[in-house]
């Protein structure tokens, strides 16, 4: 099972760099730092999700609040059968479904749109207050970039969820240590995470956000976790994969070029020692 989800993850990766590369723009960085964190919640048993019923009320929730790594997004939603992988080619063509960024509109299947940062945890945070309040079991998972934090509504946000119990949300924080132009601690530095955290009442936890068995760890923990909200603070490597592109600002928004294409595609499919 778990080189299973491995081999995923590489062939997520790939599926990643190509849709970039055929659109000529998009977030590789970004995307690549997250791929163990969605095929984890995706390909195991933490989130319940029904493809062949994408609207299905029983279902948990996941926002993509960095959601320029719709990319990477997009092909775990296709490999879990949520729509066909050959749409994956049509990243950010006009009028397609898989658009630079997630968009409800056109992609029925997901449970918000995103563009702008820092509103993901305010829309995880009213989605799970109204589970509470009909006392329905269903949990809402967001991902956000650790860069994103410097938007202050992931604050008031981050206020509102201890104050009202709600230990149906969990945030993962895709730490990777990079944002658009530069390292986080050099734009605005966001450490201690884990006491920031703390001190808004939220119960913490720190992993290898490559891991997917410390990931699934973690994402049991949360569920285990009564009367607080959970963030998990998944230390990641931007670019992940692609050695080029490894904490690299200048890949957070940049296409490979043909040659850097190939040898993105030759080193994702390396076979692993």
């Known amino acids: ?36 964190i969605l095929v984890t919640l995706y390909f195991t048993d933490v989130f319940h999700c029904f493809p062949d019923q994408p609207q299905q009320p029983q279902r948990d929730r996941f926002i993509l609040s960095k959601g320029h790594a719709a990319p990477a997004y997009y092909s775990v939603l296709a490999h879990r059968g949520f729509f066909s992988e050959c749409q ?14 997630p968009n409800m509109e056109k992609l029925p299947c997901l449970d918000c749109s995103a563009g702008s940062l820092g509103q993901g945890l305010s829309i995880a945070n009213g989605m799970a207050y109204a589970f509470k309040y009909r006392h329905e079991p269903q949990r809402v ?32 924080v895709d730490c990777n240590g990079m944002q658009l132009v530069d390292a986080v601690d050099d734009i605005k530095n966001m450490h201690p995470m884990d006491k920031k955290w703390q001190s808004f009442g939220w119960h913490v936890i720190k992993t290898d956000g490559h891991d997917i068995g410390a990931l699934h760890d973690a994402f049991i923990r949360a569920k285990k976790c009564k009367g607080r909200p959970t963030v ?17 600002a200048k890949w957070h928004g940049t296409a490979p070029n043909e040659a850097q294409y190939k040898e993105a595609m030759r080193e994702l499919s390396r076979e692993v020692p």
């Open 141 to 172: 998972y967001c991902l956000i970039g650790d860069g994103e934090q410097q938007e202050g509504q992931i604050w008031e946000a981050a206020l509102f969820a201890p104050q009202y119990q709600l230990d149906n949300v969990c945030l993962i």
């Open 232 to 248: 998990i603070l998944a230390h990641t490597v931007k670019g992940k994969g692609v050695s080029y592109m490894e904490n690299q």
């Open 1 to 36: 099972m778990m080189n299973e989800l491995q081999q995923l993850c590489r062939q997520i990766r790939k599926d990643t760099v190509r849709s970039i590369y055929l659109a000529g723009s998009g977030h590789p960085g970004s995307s690549l730092s997250a791929v163990e």
């Open 88 to 101: 994956l080619s049509t990243l950010r063509v006009i009028g397609s479904a898989l658009q630079g960024h």
